[in-house]
């Protein structure tokens, strides 16, 4: 091909500007173990800082101008004892629970000695009447409860409140009436779920996913990690609760 048939060379293409976070990019990529080591830093100063002066959680609520805050104004003012948070304490057996009436009032008196108890209604009506149709005691008089009412919620008293609880009810379970909590002091009583098994599986599906998608094991480890830090670092947190 004679030299006036060849195409004249292009120019050269102009450099690419990096953007700003392509170079922040770079530069961690290149420097991975300081920001890991800036990263817990932060973690570490963030968690200091909300033990410091950061808040506490808080099952306390008020709705000022409404008639249900208005009531219970006028009951704290007037009737104390009906003002509180109401919890109960379910009563069952195979025979009439008005044969255990001393077991019961035992209880309905020991359970007013404890902190926070307002008040402790039975659900046995007065010598000589039967049960009250829509009260505390079932018709066939086999299952009843107890309302139990606190200065405070019983969720916020913590899991040291419910042994006095059970030493109130223990003559009732001694005596073979199935006893059980309802309504706040059930909460409270609630066993921690065991989510173990749960939580290995979706942490190995994880596994997958990301070693799939990303076709690396330290890409799909450094999200593993992060989220492994959270995760212990907000079961840390809801300890010191």
């Not at 086999?142 to 042994?163: A, Q």
Request: hydrophobic share 45%.
């Amino acid at each position: 091909m004679p030299p006036s048939a060849r195409p004249a060379p292009s120019a050269a293409a102009p450099p690419v500007r990096r953007s700003a976070l392509r170079r922040l990019g770079e530069w961690c990529a290149r420097h991975w173990l300081t920001v890991i080591l800036l990263w817990l830093v932060a973690l570490a100063g963030v968690q200091a800082a909300n033990r410091a002066v950061g808040g506490s959680y808080s099952d306390d609520f008020s709705l000022p101008g409404t008639q249900a805050q208005q009531g219970r104004n006028v009951l704290q003012a007037h009737e104390p004892a009906a003002a509180g948070t109401s919890s109960q304490v379910v009563l069952h057996d195979a025979a009439q629970l008005t044969g255990f009436q001393p077991q019961i009032a035992g209880a309905v008196a020991a359970l007013q000695q404890l902190p926070h108890v307002l008040s402790v209604q039975s659900p046995l009506p007065p010598p000589g009447q039967g049960p009250v149709p829509g009260g505390p005691l079932s018709a066939d008089g086999l299952t009843g409860y107890l309302t139990v009412r606190f200065d405070t919620n019983p969720t916020l008293l913590g899991k040291d409140y419910l042994p006095g609880v059970d030493a109130a009810v223990a003559p009732l379970r001694a005596a073979g009436v199935q006893v059980e909590y309802g309504g706040p002091l059930g909460e409270l009583a609630r066993p921690a779920a065991d989510d173990r098994s749960s939580e290995v599986i979706g942490f190995a599906v994880a596994v997958v996913v990301l070693l799939v998608g990303f076709g690396s094991a330290i890409a799909a480890g450094l999200p593993l990690l992060t989220a492994l830090v959270a995760a212990f670092m907000v079961g840390k947190h809801e300890q010191t609760w």
